[in-house]
């Protein structure tokens, strides 16, 4: 009797706290969930391995889950309580619902789309690069804001990397700037050497999605900031389980954290740019 009731204790416990799901061995993982936790005094945390992740979840007012394998054991647990995504890269209209939202792993389009502005006043047609099964939902996003941007996208949808070289050497000579948003499945290491030393060669500025495309020459990158993205997890779900847990859903749509501008003035310097200083006050790095 007693190993049965001590055996409950870790479920009672987590009586009306939030409960943040995460795979902890995963590095990136671990600082977006320290952020949110921040936000979220007295929150629990659990793998989504947990044989007893149902019975966690259960009395939770607001569940944070911090990269897609939690996301899924959320969605497969939780019924009629906010689910708060961060960490989730390709986020679709699949992944949403009444009750879960969150902020996805990927740079706000808008910001992203401003900072292209920011950094090459001039341009006006930018080329993008994706596959639709992974950033299709995002590139939508983006659609939406280019106008207010003065720019016009020019999409090239494909389906591998074979396709991509292709769509990348039909812009050419068309696009003011090439953009490639996030997708390390699709833009393995050859293949950005490759669309890199296109962009070199071509004198196009070329705005990757890791800090490291800067490092390798590309004009500029917008990379994900986990602690931020963390931090925005924790404080929408903060203000969910403030609410009366009738209020508590509908959740409001997605949002997108601004990430990190890095930007390479070697690079500039041989395409003949010369990046506005209030381009260069945003950056969280410069090559110089």
């Not at 708060?84 to 939202?101: A, E, H």
């Not at 969150?102 to 994706?130: C, D, F, M, Q, W």
């Not at 963390?230 to 409001?252: F, H, M, S």
Request: include cysteine; proline fraction near 9%; hydrophobic fraction near 45%.
């Amino acid at each position: 009797m007693l190993s049965a009731v001590a055996a409950l204790l870790p479920v009672l416990a987590l009586a009306g706290a939030p409960v943040v799901v995460l795979e902890s061995g995963v590095a990136p993982y671990r600082i977006a969930a320290q952020a949110a936790e921040k936000q979220l005094p007295g929150a629990i945390e659990v793998s989504p391995d947990d044989p007893a992740l149902a019975a966690k979840l259960k009395d939770a007012p607001v569940v944070v889950a911090v990269g897609r394998p939690s996301l899924k054991a959320a969605r497969a647990h939780v019924s009629a309580k906010p689910v708060i995504f961060c960490m989730v890269l390709g986020v679709t209209r699949v992944d949403l619902s009444g009750m879960v939202t969150g902020i996805p792993l990927e740079p706000s389009p808008n910001e992203l789309l401003h900072r292209i502005r920011t950094v090459v006043p001039n341009a006006k047609n930018v080329g993008v690069v994706y596959d639709p099964h992974q950033s299709g939902y995002y590139i939508e996003r983006a659609k939406t804001s280019a106008g207010a941007e003065g720019l016009t996208l020019y999409v090239a949808p494909v389906k591998d990397g074979a396709a991509a070289r292709d769509a990348v050497d039909a812009m050419l000579g068309k696009v003011d700037a090439l953009w490639l948003p996030p997708d390390v499945k699709l833009f393995t290491r050859e293949l950005s050497t490759y669309i890199l030393a296109k962009a070199s060669e071509n004198r196009l500025p070329l705005f990757g999605f890791l800090e490291t495309y800067t490092d390798d020459g590309a004009l500029a990158a917008v990379s994900s900031n986990y602690a931020d993205a963390g931090d925005r997890a924790g404080k929408l779900a903060a203000q969910l389980a403030a609410k009366p847990e009738g209020e508590r859903l509908p959740v409001p749509p997605p949002s997108y954290a601004p990430g990190d501008l890095s930007i390479n003035l070697r690079t500039a310097r041989a395409l003949g740019i010369d990046v506005p200083q209030v381009a260069l006050a945003g950056a969280v790095k410069v090559v110089r």
